[in-house]
């Protein structure tokens, strides 16, 4: 139990580590390298929860497809210190308290939600197995999933209405 | 855990290593071998009888180079590039299957470093985060050429990877599975993939081209438009690991062919030869038709890249957005009206 202990605060330290120095480090390429970093350290949560299949699809839709996408742009944009827009003082204040806010929200969800993983293992089901997970996100929850796919579907539209709009005005 | 595990798994991960690596050597002299061929050359014939240490000579070669550094701020990425794409290119290697199993010292040995419930997944997630070696190393080499092959490059491997994924979605409907010991172990004999699933075949293996970066994919370093692309600054072993990625990755995408649809270790007749020769002479078999089926793929990623011309950028994406995922998306469509025809055939009234 020991060793899943040490593997878990060092996990812990890195994610809260890169974390905070993606916000604090001054170039926006090195921040975006230290959040792909946090992002494996998250994926290496899940792994020991368990998850393999939560793990792995972290990795490919966070760190092999978003972050990617994000330093395209990044690198693209070629941000210098000249162009960084200073934020006036309400913004700042609006940011924290949203997020202070977000920090409540996720604090109460947490305290209430009911660990399901107990029932698993009581009733001996392979819960970390894709066929298991695929049985419950199209039976109990075929609602919210569909809804989530509703959902993708019209922020590609939108990404292409908007592409497409800026072709012809040239 | 007993130790006996750890020592099996720890040798099967060494040896899997020696032979990546020993494969990705001798592409670059089969490469230069196979293009000497098609165009009616000898090639390199001088190191070992018919070139056979020309490996050797030229790694020798990278390591004694001048290591010429850029003028970079970011000195450490500069150094991280090649070692991300190295390090990616080696680890896809830990979910193949390279045989069924041996039967030594009164236990079964499985052929595998692991065998995890969600193998292909793994593979593409490796692969989606090999572009990060690509674009480090571009970006930090502070030279334009450099980062816009190293766009190039990563923006064609985001565009072919959903591709890849939507082709893949089709066999995996029929095969009700991810791991990749159970996908090789439905195609006993000559129930090959590749026959039932033609079409996502074609489309996994185009997109194989582009992912590994080469020709007719080989924008990234397309010579006459980025001088040599996104390693145009490295020198010496960091250049050498970068070209030595590329044919570790055709390796492995290579194997992932093999298994994927040209029925991995399975032969015609290995049913027979575990009656008749016992468990580990077939297998030793299989494992040899597996590097066969290996090597042919290989050469046929030399043959294509001498043979078809370099695409332009716009025809690539065309390729990859317009025409391999609304086939991959038909496919998909197709594959799920026969597996459930039964169903629909009552719904129907039939």
């Known amino acids: ?170 | 855990m007993d130790s006996t595990i750890i020592i099996e798994k720890s040798i099967i991960i060494l040896v899997v290593f020696a032979i990546t690596m020993l494969m990705a050597m001798y592409s670059t002299l089969a490469e230069r071998k196979v293009a000497a061929w098609l165009q009616d050359r000898i090639g390199p014939n001088r190191a070992g009888k018919g070139g056979l240490l020309q490996p050797l000579a030229d790694g020798l070669k990278l390591f004694s180079k001048e290591e010429f550094e850029p003028d970079t701020p970011n000195r450490f990425l500069f150094f991280v590039g090649p070692a991300v794409a190295m390090s990616t290119a080696l680890m896809t290697s830990a979910v193949i299957p390279w045989g069924d199993r041996f039967h030594l010292f009164g236990r079964d040995i499985i052929l595998q470093a692991t065998d995890i419930d969600v193998a292909l997944l793994y593979v593409f997630g490796v692969i989606s985060v090999g572009v990060y070696g690509i674009m480090i190393g571009g970006w930090a080499s502070n030279n334009k050429f450099s980062l816009i092959g190293a766009i190039r490059a990563a923006s064609q491997m985001v565009s072919y990877e959903v591709a890849m994924g939507l082709s893949i979605i089709a066999l995996l409907m029929m095969t009700g599975t991810l791991s990749l010991r159970e996908i090789s172990a439905q195609q006993p004999g000559m129930h090959w993939n590749v026959f039932y699933q033609p079409l996502s075949f074609l489309i996994f293996l185009i997109c194989a081209f582009a992912e590994t970066n080469r020709t007719p994919f080989d924008l990234a370093e397309c010579e006459t438009e980025l001088i040599g692309g996104y390693h145009t600054e490295y020198s010496s072993m960091k250049m050498g690991f970068y070209l030595f990625a590329e044919y570790a990755n055709m390796f492995i995408s290579a194997t992932i062919l093999a298994v994927l649809f040209f029925g991995a270790y399975n032969y015609p007749g290995m049913a027979w030869a575990v009656e008749n020769w016992g468990v580990n002479i077939a297998n030793v078999i299989g494992i040899a038709v597996l590097f066969a089926k290996i090597c042919f793929f290989i050469f046929f990623y030399m043959w294509v890249r001498w043979t078809i011309p370099r695409f332009r950028y716009d025809q690539l994406m065309h390729l990859g957005w317009r025409i391999l995922i609304p086939l991959s998306i038909i496919n998909i469509i197709i594959t799920g009206i026969v597996i459930l025809r039964a169903e629909i055939a009552v719904y129907l009234g039939f």
């Open chain 1, 1 to 170: 139990m020991s060793t899943i202990l040490i593997i878990f605060c060092v996990l812990a330290a890195i994610t809260l580590a890169t974390a905070f120095l993606a916000i604090f480090s001054r170039n926006p390429i090195h921040s975006a390298l230290y959040l792909v970093i946090c992002f494996f350290s998250i994926a290496g949560h899940y792994l020991l929860l368990n998850s393999q299949f939560l793990a792995i699809v972290h990795v490919i839709v966070y760190s092999g497809a978003i972050m990617i996408l994000f330093l395209f742009t990044i690198m693209l944009m070629n941000l210098n210190k000249e162009n960084e827009v200073h934020k006036p003082r309400i913004t700042r204040l609006g940011a924290i308290v949203s997020f202070g806010l977000i920090c409540v929200v996720l604090i109460l969800v947490f305290i209430n939600s009911k660990p399901i993983v107990g029932e698993y293992i009581t009733t001996g089901e392979d819960y970390q197995s894709i066929k298991v997970l695929g049985k419950v996100l199209l039976n109990e929850y075929m609602v919210p999933f569909e809804f989530a796919s509703i959902l993708l579907l019209v922020a590609m539209i939108g990404t292409v209405l908007l592409s497409k709009k800026e072709k012809t005005e040239k």
